[in-house]
């Protein structure tokens, strides 16, 4: 998934170049109080840049999120991988008790495990 969203943003970024390039007559842009003149390649350029610069910026608190998320998925993993091991060991020991205690019966005794 990632190698195609690599090659779809290297096809549009390719595709916004060229439109810029086509594009390249003097325009006058007015933002608040401030006026200013550029191509129009270097405004649509700029703009793409600032939206990727938003969108990156938008996404860290997600990426953070996950991070942390994996993070303590991972240290609950860990504890209950010991806590697995931990009653496995209770289980064999648990075993060999019940099978000491069933060799240790008087043969007088009936068996039911039959």
């Known amino acids: 998934?990632?190698?195609?969203?690599?090659?779809?943003?290297?096809?549009?970024?390719?595709?916004?170049?060229?439109?810029?390039?086509?594009?390249?007559?003097?325009?006058?842009?007015?933002?608040?109080?401030?006026?200013?003149?550029?191509?129009?390649?270097?405004?649509?350029?700029?703009?793409?840049?600032?939206?990727?610069?938003?969108?990156?910026?938008?996404?860290?608190?997600?990426?953070?999120?996950?991070s942390f998320t994996i993070m303590s998925l991972k240290r609950q993993n860990r504890g209950l991988a010991d806590e697995t091991e931990t009653i496995r060991k209770m289980n064999e020991e648990t075993k060999a008790k019940l099978n000491a205690e069933m060799n240790a019966q008087p043969s007088d005794t009936i068996d039911l495990r039959a």
Do not use: D
């Open 1 to 66: 998934m990632t190698f195609l969203s690599l090659i779809l943003g290297f096809i549009l970024g390719a595709g916004a170049i060229v439109f810029a390039l086509q594009n390249n007559a003097i325009v006058s842009l007015t933002f608040l109080q401030y006026h200013f003149e550029s191509s129009l390649a270097l405004v649509i350029i700029l703009s793409a840049a600032v939206g990727v610069l938003l969108g990156v910026l938008a996404s860290i608190p997600s990426i953070l999120s996950r």
